[in-house]
């Protein structure tokens, strides 16, 4: 089976910089995404890794270590408007098998 | 624009009944899916499909059925054997690699 671990929930201040963490278990890993998610709308894709390293733009970067079974995502100058929940999933396994976290609840505060 | 259309946003279904719904997309692409999305639960599959005329069970696929019968379209029927029909469904697609989808609205489903 698969385990993806994010925390679920975190605050931080506007401008400031936040780093989201995502850690999984699984076989045969082929990539891992993150989306974001506003309350009550569709998930918007953010970024793809494959490989080993950080991936910018803009102020999103997303970073991945296979060996560890480890991602995270950091969101740079914070505004009001990345007040979110921040989703982590991974590609592994069998032909279209992606695994969604639960989740990570950013609250963006003044 | 292209995009995805879900419709209804909202739908209200009495115990018993099956409801369908709609998924539209305009994007070309091949494959498509459905997603059930409960609170404090990650996005659940449900079903996919890869080409017209094929569709496959994802994790949770007892108690909805889908059709395939165009590219653009690919609807989902909660039957009245889906136990807790109440959540929001997502339907995404994707041209090539899974996970880089592109989500509809969504619809938020409640039996009332």
């Known amino acids: 089976g698969q385990n993806i671990d994010q925390p679920t929930e975190m605050t931080a201040t506007e401008g400031a910089i936040v780093q989201i963490n995502c850690t999984y278990q699984?076989?045969?890993?082929?990539?891992l995404f993150w989306y974001q998610q506003h309350a009550g709308e569709a998930p918007t894709f953010l970024s793809y890794?494959?490989?080993?390293g950080l991936e910018e733009k803009g102020r999103f970067s997303s970073f991945l270590s296979r060996s560890k079974g480890y991602s995270y995502l950091l969101l740079k100058e914070l505004q009001m408007k990345d007040s979110a929940s921040y989703l982590c999933?991974?590609?592994?396994?069998?032909?279209?098998?992606?695994?969604f976290g639960t989740g990570t609840k950013l609250q963006v505060i003044p | 624009d292209g995009g995805i259309t879900q419709s209804p946003k909202y739908l209200f279904r009495k115990e018993g009944q099956n409801v369908t719904l709609s998924c539209e997309q305009n994007l070309n692409h091949d494959a498509m899916y459905w997603y059930r999305q409960d609170p404090g639960q990650g996005l659940r599959l449900i079903y996919y499909?890869?080409?017209?005329?094929?569709?496959q069970k994802g994790d949770i696929a007892e108690g909805y059925s889908v059709s395939r019968e165009k590219k653009e379209s690919f609807p989902l029927t909660v039957t009245s054997a889906q136990k807790n029909p109440t959540a929001f469904y997502l339907c995404?697609?994707?041209?090539?690699?899974?996970?880089?989808?592109?989500f509809g609205s969504g619809t938020r489903l409640t039996v009332v």
């Open positions: 499909s890869q080409i017209v005329n094929d569709f």
């Open positions: 999933a991974v590609y592994s396994g069998g032909y279209q098998k992606v695994t």
């Open positions: 890794n494959v490989l080993d």
């Open positions: 699984t076989s045969g890993f082929n990539g």
């Open positions: 995404a697609s994707s041209i090539r690699i899974a996970g880089v989808y592109t």
